[in-house]
Every structure is written in structure tokens, then in C-alpha cells.
């Protein structure tokens, strides 16, 4: 696997998706470029960032609700 296919690659790397034989080619390739090396480290944090800000809208919803909820009430 080369610098160009690597971005191809790269979403699925992070989500686990990628056939045994690709993984192992880009952990490999990942292994001795520093450049895409950067660009998963970036592309999963990246992710990560996304779970945290989804789960803090999810948390979030259900007190919101509760408070209009409570306004219309009271
Ligand atoms: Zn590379």
C-alpha cells in the first residue's frame, strides 16, 4: 500500500471494516510513514470528537425536554 491509497483506506481502517489482508498492509505501511501515520492519528480523533459530541447532545436532550416540559406545567 502506497501514500496515495492510503486515504481510501483510512475511514474504514478506523472503523474496524477493513478486510484482514488491507488492515495489515496499512498498519505496516502506517508503520514506517510518519505522513500517514499523522492522518489516521488525526482522522480517529477526529471520530472520537464526533462519538463525545453525540453523546453529550444525547445526554442533553432529555433534560432539555424535561425542563420545557416543566415551564409548560408550571
Ligand atoms: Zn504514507
Same mark, same amino acid.
Given at each position: !500500500?502506497? *501514500? ?5 483506506? /483510512?475511514?474504514?481502517? /478506523?472503523?474496524?471494516? &477493513? ?6 498492509? &496499512? $498498519?505496516?505501511?502506517?508503520? *514506517?510513514?510518519?505522513? *500517514?501515520?499523522?492522518? @489516521? ?6 471520530? !472520537? ?5 453525540? %453523546?453529550?447532545?444525547? @445526554?442533553? $436532550?432529555? $433534560? %432539555? ?6 415551564? @409548560?406545567?408550571?
Amino acid at each position: !500500500m502506497n *501514500c496515495q491509497e492510503i486515504p481510501k483506506y /483510512i475511514q474504514l481502517y /478506523i472503523d474496524g471494516e &477493513l478486510q484482514e489482508t488491507e488492515k495489515q498492509q &496499512l $498498519a505496516e505501511h502506517i508503520e *514506517c510513514c510518519p505522513r *500517514c501515520h499523522r492522518l @489516521v492519528r488525526i482522522e480517529r480523533q477526529f471520530k !472520537m470528537i464526533i462519538i463525545q459530541k453525540t %453523546r453529550t447532545i444525547r @445526554v442533553q $436532550a432529555p $433534560a %432539555r425536554l424535561k425542563r420545557r416540559i416543566r415551564t @409548560v406545567i408550571f
